[in-house]
């Protein structure tokens, strides 16, 4: 797959595990003095264990000063559009623009049930997810909504206040119907290593691109953010870059993660794991400069198009 000439990013997965909220905020703080990129947190409101994803964003935001966060992936069914579009456009706001929304269709559909929320087919699923991410992009643009789709109803709302900037929509989606829509209409692709390890997010990339063509679209206005898992390890212990997470020395996850750039167009990588500090450190400092420099010198090196 092509490189799509993106910026590259690096952020962190923070876990939302309540129980000690100073260093939960602390590590947002760090991770921003640090210079990442982003922060991406889960959204599992049935979870008892979990911090509401909305207002734990929020309050990073309030806490930082750089960094981007976004929900990583939020849950349409407990989260109706119009609202999810209000809050959206609020954090973006309040924070100077540094907002971006992950949206996914859905999952463990008990836990939604539990909490009030719809319970879907997969194709009602994928039907709701684009009726979702047509009514938010209209109320982020400020129309006053007068929607009746099958799933979402909108009659005369007015939008605002609007976001500061144009907030991306990355979908955070696995199947075919699934990748196709998010060829169709997404700003981005927010797979996770761990479930679509690099070969079969090569074959997702295609179904994507393919998409983006038929629907009139350039394939690289779509970003690619991978959720990457992994430990730094010995060269002995090194893996070959396909599996479902990166194991092995700086060398190796540099080597891996500027594949995944070049060939397969990914230009995000958010980390998932233990947020010790070397690891930390060793990620932002080490890798992700590295693998910017080689990417940047790959471009320069290529072939005109």
């Known amino acids: 797959m092509p490189d799509y000439g993106h910026a590259l990013e690096f952020g962190f997965f923070l876990d939302p595990t309540a129980g ?21 947190i889960q959204d599992h409101p049935y979870q008892p264990a979990h911090y509401d994803a909305l207002a ?43 907002f971006a929304l992950g949206l996914g269709a859905g999952a463990f559909w008990e836990g939604v049930r539990a909490m009030g929320g719809p319970v879907l087919t997969p194709p009602e699923a994928l039907a709701a997810l684009r009726e979702a991410v047509a009514l938010i992009r209209a109320f982020w643009r400020g129309e006053s909504l007068r929607v009746r789709g099958e799933h979402y ?3 005369g709302a007015r939008p605002g206040p609007p976001p500061t900037h144009e907030i991306p929509i990355w ?28 070969a079969q997010a090569m074959r997702s990339n295609a179904i994507v691109d393919d998409a983006a063509q038929a629907a009139g679209r350039d394939p690289a206005a ?14 002995a ?14 060398d190796h996850w540099i080597e891996v993660l500027t594949r995944l ?22 990620y ?13 010198a790959a471009r320069q090196n290529a072939p005109p198009q």
Do not use: H
């Open 153 to 155: 109803r909108a009659i």
């Open 20 to 40: 000690d909220p100073a260093a939960t905020l602390a590590l947002g703080r760090e991770l921003d003095e640090l210079g990442y990129d982003a922060i991406g």
């Open 171 to 198: 979908l955070g989606v696995v199947g075919p119907r699934a990748l196709r829509l998010t060829g169709e209409i997404a700003d981005g692709w927010v797979p996770s290593m761990a479930y679509v390890p690099p």
């Open 56 to 98: 734990l964003i929020a309050v990073i935001l309030g806490q930082t000063e750089r960094v981007r966060v976004f929900p990583d992936v939020a849950n349409l069914p407990l989260r109706p559009p119009a609202m999810l579009a209000k809050q959206a456009a609020t954090l973006d706001q309040l924070s100077g623009g540094r």
């Open 222 to 235: 779509i970003r690619r953010i991978y959720n990457i898992g992994g430990e730094f390890a010995s060269a």
């Open 284 to 296: 932002i400092d080490v890798v992700a400069p590295a693998v910017k420099a080689r990417v940047a």
């Open 237 to 250: 212990e090194a893996g070959g870059g396909d599996d479902a997470q990166i194991v092995g020395p700086p």
């Open 261 to 282: 750039a070049i060939e397969q167009g990914f230009s995000g990588f958010v980390l998932w794991g233990e947020p010790e500090e070397t690891r930390l450190r060793m």
